[in-house]
């Protein structure tokens, strides 16, 4: 009877730690920067494809090239404003070529496959979630 007591009470913290651990992510940092990782051509639910020019290191700035489902091609710049290995996310601003802004932060999958974009339009906070093309920057 003591036996079962003291195995029951080791299966439920063992069950107990492995569901914590399920909960919290660990340290994604040996992915590497997510500044680098956001490189390359995604596209969103609406057929919109965006595509991430690799970053400057001086300048912390890169190509940002958006396509519309009616083919229109829209040619920017993103500044990496700060970016966190270590849960993958990366804060940019977007810079329009008429001179517009907007702060976006992308928290890309540990698989590389899939990123979640926050921003706030127009007062509202919307979010979205692209899927990786492949690694084009440029269309």
């Known amino acids: 009877m003591r036996l079962a007591m003291v195995c ?3 299966l439920a913290a063992s069950l107990g730690a492995c569901a914590r651990q399920a909960e919290a992510p660990g340290d994604l940092s040996a992915l590497g920067p997510p500044s680098a990782r956001l490189v390359g051509h995604w596209a969103t639910p609406t057929n919109d494809e965006l595509y991430f020019g690799a970053v400057d290191p001086t300048y912390r700035t890169g190509s940002y090239v958006l396509v519309h489902p009616d083919k229109k091609v829209f040619r920017h710049t993103y500044r990496v404003d700060a ?3 270590s849960d993958q996310h990366v804060a940019v601003t977007l ?3 008429d001179g517009e802004r907007r702060d976006e932060t992308y928290v890309i999958a540990a698989d590389g496959r899939s990123m979640t974009s926050s921003t706030v339009v127009t007062g509202v906070p919307t979010e979205t979630r692209l899927s990786r093309v492949d690694d084009a920057t440029t269309r």
């Open 8 to 10: 029951g009470a080791l």
């Open 95 to 97: 810079l329009f070529a």
């Open 83 to 85: 970016e966190d290995p």
